[in-house]
């Protein structure tokens, strides 16, 4: 195998691939990059941990035809810090020569045989065109509200729900949950469950992408796997089995205190408060009276308290909640005015725009007591 490439572009698709590399694997392959040059004057590069393959492609010259696998740690690092020039690759055997202006440097790769067969999508069941800037917002908005705990099942996962005229994505964790929804026309009603980890790894694909924010990607979808399309870039991913929460259940349909406020101001008096909050639950106080909502905490280094306005519909009330998980919501809002929405103080928390429904946050109150 033998081909020419700038150093930048190599580097940069070596990049988007090396986030399906495996860490832990027993397949020893499973730790390194297929390189593969054929016909058309085309570097293939391919990674997978069995759950999640990127292969993704760049224009190279001076092309023998081959394959080999590359140790994906040290060969991305050799290739980074190599000159920002021309890089001559060519295989000898198993070693792979690297050469660029005045600097040589030779690695052991193993045979593109041992390199585990990916298979590409069954019968397909949907498949959809979506602004990627839209996609890349609709995973942000969501994913940091699904499980960790990996024993937890579907819910480590995003719920992608496609309707006849929009697509949500939910996530949940047992203590907040996160609703997104754009306009979308679909032929098919299809509901799939993503991996968080592997839904963030696309997002960082897309958002590390210099393409324009309103270009489009596809994604297929089959009984097994979703694949999104983006430039020259494939992404695969296997399907969490199991049935989602059914979400729709969880969210109050009336409220007996409604306000709305400046999300800017909110965040960042939940940040100054948070300081001195106390335990694992990061706990602060909102007391809501009249056209003022109090912010409180206290620990046993001190205390502090903020006071912002809103207009309020409804019931004063005092609850409390974990700040961190307040600040996740905070964080990806963009709007400059929020919606809250409560019952009581042991009942969770709505979050909204002022119109519509495209996100909706619910969060658990933490009980409060002396404060």
Do not use: W
Not at 27 to 55: F, Q, R, Y
């Amino acid at each position: 195998m033998k081909f020419t490439c700038e150093q930048v572009n190599l580097t940069k698709a070596l990049n988007i691939v090396s986030k399906a590399v495996s860490s832990r694997t027993t397949i020893p392959t499973l730790k390194g990059i297929l390189m593969e040059v054929k016909d058309d004057n085309k570097l293939l590069l391919t990674a997978s941990d069995m759950d999640l393959t990127i292969e993704t492609s760049i224009e190279v010259e001076n092309t023998e035809k081959g394959s080999i696998v590359v140790p994906a740690k040290l060969f991305n690092e050799v290739i980074r810090k190599m000159p920002h020039d021309y890089i001559n690759i060519s295989t000898d055997g198993f070693n792979i020569n690297i050469n660029c202006l005045t600097s040589n440097s030779s690695i052991i790769g193993s045979d593109a045989d041992e390199f585990p067969f990916i298979k590409n999508n069954e019968e397909t069941t949907e498949e959809i065109i979506f602004n990627r800037n839209t996609f890349s917002n609709m995973i942000k908005k969501t994913s940091f509200a699904a499980s960790i705990d990996q024993t937890k099942g579907a819910i480590t996962g995003v719920l992608v729900e496609l309707l006849k005229e929009e697509m949500k994505m939910v996530a949940i964790d047992g203590f907040r949950m996160a609703v997104t929804t754009e306009n979308i026309e679909s032929e098919k009603e299809e509901s799939i469950i993503i991996s968080a980890r592997i839904m963030d790894e696309i997002n960082k694909i897309i958002t590390e992408n210099d393409r324009k924010n309103d270009s489009e990607i596809k994604i297929v979808i089959d009984k097994k796997n979703a694949t999104v399309y983006l430039d020259n870039t494939k992404i695969s991913t296997r399907l969490i089995a199991g049935d989602f929460v059914k979400y729709r259940e969880i969210i109050p349909k009336e409220f007996n205190t409604e306000i709305t406020l400046n999300k800017k101001y909110l965040s960042e008096a939940i940040e100054r408060v948070s300081i001195l909050s106390e335990g694992k639950n990061n706990l602060i106080k909102m007391s809501i009276k009249d056209n003022v909502m109090t912010i409180t905490s206290k620990s046993e280094e001190g205390g502090a308290m903020e006071d912002i306005l809103i207009h309020k519909d409804g019931d004063d009330l005092d609850i409390g909640f974990n700040s961190r998980f307040l600040l996740n919501i905070m964080r990806v809002i963009e709007d400059e005015e929020i919606k809250m929405q409560f019952n009581t103080s042991l009942s969770p928390c709505m979050i909204k725009p002022l119109d519509g429904s495209a996100y909706e946050y619910l969060i658990l109150p933490v009980r409060i007591s002396n404060m």
